[in-house]
C-alpha cells in the first residue's frame, strides 16, 4: 500500500529541525523514517507503524486502536505498534506518537 502524501508530510513536519533524520520509500512498503539510523516511525496508506520503548509494551493496551504486530514465526514485536488511521477509538494525534517514536529511537534499545 502506499503511504498517504497528507501524513508523510505532517509527520515529516513534526520531525523538522530534529538531526540526523533519513527518509526511506520503497515501492509497495511504508514510508519510513529513521533518526540516527534508528527506527522512528513508517506511514502506511494513512496508517502509522510507530516505535516505542521495549518497556512501554505493557503500557499500550490502556490505547484501544493499538494494534501489535505478530510475526510471521510465532510471537510479536515488542519495539513497534500499529496505529490504524481510522475506526474505534482512532489516536487523536500523530503529534504524541511521533513524539514516542522520537524518544524511543533515540533510546537505541530497537531495531
Known amino acids: 500500500m502506499f503511504a498517504d502524501k497528507d501524513v ?6 513534526l520531525l523538522k529541525g530534529i ?4 527518509e526511506t520509500k520503497r515501492l509497495f512498503q511504508p514510508h519510513n523514517f529513521y533518526i540516527n ?4 516511525c513508517g506511514v ?7 516505535a516505542i520503548k521495549p518497556e512501554q509494551f505493557d503500557i499500550i493496551h490502556q490505547y484501544p ?3 501489535t504486530i505478530d510475526v510471521k514465526y510465532g510471537g510479536t514485536l515488542k ?3 500499529w496505529l490504524p488511521a481510522k475506526g474505534k477509538g ?5 503529534e504524541k506518537w511521533v513524539d514516542i517514536g522520537i524518544a ?3 533510546s537505541n534499545t530497537i531495531f
Open 65 to 67: 486502536y493499538i494494534q
Open 79 to 81: 519495539d513497534v505498534v
Open 104 to 106: 524511543a529511537s533515540r
Open 37 to 40: 539510523e534508528q527506527f522512528c
Open 90 to 94: 482512532a489516536p487523536p494525534s500523530l
Open 19 to 22: 538531526k540526523g533524520v533519513r
Open 8 to 13: 508523510v508530510k505532517t509527520v515529516r513536519e
Open 44 to 50: 502506511e496508506g494513512k496508517n502509522l507503524l510507530i
